[in-house]
């Protein structure tokens, strides 16, 4: 059985944006069974034993059947390998879901990434008059290529994938969901990704270890 390495407790505004609910989704969509091992914040990021696991001491990380794995996209791409609910069976297919994942973490979070920081933690700060506005300007011009992209299709590729739980969960991690309002396919897209069963059912699973670990 998989084994998911999270965090016992992050603040609030945090809990439903850990990357490992990347993880969980995942093996919910595939319907796998997992166990979780929860880490505490500070020294035990840093000890030996989830050094071995994850080399920059974060979260998440997984254990199968002798393989330890970090990142989250590696994670999904691993778990999605097991179910054809996230991996078409088709070459083709596959690689086009495999590419789509990596665009959502290599051409659409770094710029989410780069906004949040500067709205939660630097909001007030005299260098983000002037930087906001292009992160802000650079963010829209990459949401209208993703609508585009999308056209009126359900999912990118026409049926849900792990490009799309990669891409979705990327989209939720916007510092102003009223930002996505000036791209209704792309909010309406978002909402449908996570009105699937197994989005609830990661999310309850997610919140609720919160809940036992406190």
Known sequence: MITLTTYDWVPDFAAPLMRAFRARWALEEAGLSYNVRLLSLGPDQRSPEHLSRQPFGQAPAIEDDGLVLFESGAIALHIA?????????????????????????????????????????????????????????????????????????????????????????????????ALLAAFPALDAYKARCAARPAFGRAMKSQLDGFVIAA
């Open 81 to 177: 390998e097991k179910s054809e609910v996230l991996l078409p069976k088709t070459l083709e297919g596959r690689a086009r879901a495999t590419a789509w994942l990596i665009a959502a973490l290599n051409s659409v979070e770094p710029i989410v990434q780069e906004l949040g920081t500067i709205d939660f933690f630097h909001k007030d700060e005299a260098w983000t008059k002037e930087r906001r506005p292009q992160v802000d300007a650079r963010l829209r011009d990459r949401l209208g290529l993703l609508q585009n992209a999308l056209g009126d299709k359900d999912y990118l590729e026409g049926r849900f994938t792990v490009g799309d739980l990669m891409m979705a969960d990327v989209l939720r991690m916007l510092p102003d969901p």
